[in-house]
């Protein structure tokens, strides 16, 4: 015998296969939807947290610029909180550049190379081809993509990893000096506030962002000098941070300077680049 289904048992069948089909299709995109949704609420500061948004700029001579490439770091707690700490940031005396390289017996052209850049290591800028001959040639660049050469072979790939051929110390030492300094000048700050030490760099603009900080009040430095071309400048300042949104932040930059600023509370150290003889 056959069983013959009404119209309407016929569209409740329907309605039913399209549920089934249908919810596997919404779970499977409720799983891809859900890393992205977790991605922007995780973007997305607190609304009882603060940003800062960090501007640094010196003036030199007549011409005011943004300082590049530096990195500043956030400390808890307000200048007299940490008034050991800051004693010591001021009377850590760390090297020039200039001074450093010339000592290790560097070339006339890579220490231009470095100054020019605005490098403490030469993994901080791809190395081009012009530097390899001719008039603008660094012979430690030299000597390294020649003896690339006969590793690798090839031309592009002997230019690109020349600097795994250079002296530890002529390709990173410098960096890596003043880096321990600045390491052991954090271990200090967070074995005192124990909290941790944040950290940004700024950008080419000399714009740099902390972001999902604890409200309160804390001391934004450099930890050491910055060089600037003719001088280092130490910023350690004051801030206080109240619960802000980024749209808000962008609006209100906290800017440091080597100019007086009545509104800011910093304490500012500035002092010429030494001046360093030939093969010393």
């Known amino acids: 015998m056959k069983t013959r289904l009404s119209t309407s048992t016929k569209s409740v069948s329907l309605q039913s296969l399209k549920?089934?089909?249908?919810?596997?299709?919404?779970?499977?995109?409720?799983?891809?939807?859900f890393p992205f949704s977790f991605f922007l609420s995780a973007q997305t500061p607190a609304a009882n947290r603060g940003v800062i948004r960090l501007k640094v700029k010196f003036k030199s001579g007549d011409v005011t610029k943004e300082l590049p490439r530096k990195r500043f770091f956030l400390i808890k707690g307000s200048l007299g909180d940490n008034k050991t700490l800051i004693e010591k940031i001021k009377q850590t005396d760390v090297i020039s550049r200039e001074c450093y390289y010339r000592g290790k017996g560097a070339s006339e052209a890579l220490i231009n190379w470095l100054k020019e850049n605005d490098c403490d290591s030469v993994y901080c800028r791809e190395?081009?081809?012009?530097?390899?001959?001719?008039?603008?040639?660094?012979?430690?660049?030299?000597?390294?993509?020649n003896q690339g050469l006969r590793e690798f072979k090839a031309p592009e790939v002997g230019r690109r990893w020349l600097a795994v051929n250079l002296p530890a110390e002529i390709s990173q030492g410098f960096y890596k000096q003043k880096q321990e300094i600045i390491d052991a000048l954090i271990k200090q700050s967070e074995d005192a506030t124990k909290s941790k030490v944040m950290s940004v760099m700024t950008d080419r603009k000399g714009t740099a962002y902390f972001t999902d900080i604890e409200p309160g009040t804390y001391t934004i430095t450099n930890l050491v000098g910055s060089e600037t071309g003719k001088t280092s400048i130490l910023w350690v300042c004051e801030k206080e941070v109240k619960s802000v949104d980024l749209a808000l932040a962008m609006r209100r930059p906290f800017t440091l300077s080597n100019e007086t600023d009545p509104k800011v509370k910093c304490e500012i150290v500035e002092r010429p680049l030494p001046v360093c003889e030939k093969g010393k």
Do not use: H, T
């Open 127 to 145: 190395i081009e081809s012009k530097y390899l001959s001719g008039r603008d040639a660094v012979p430690e660049f030299q000597a390294a993509y």
């Open 19 to 33: 549920r089934n089909v249908a919810a596997p299709a919404i779970l499977v995109f409720a799983c891809l939807l």
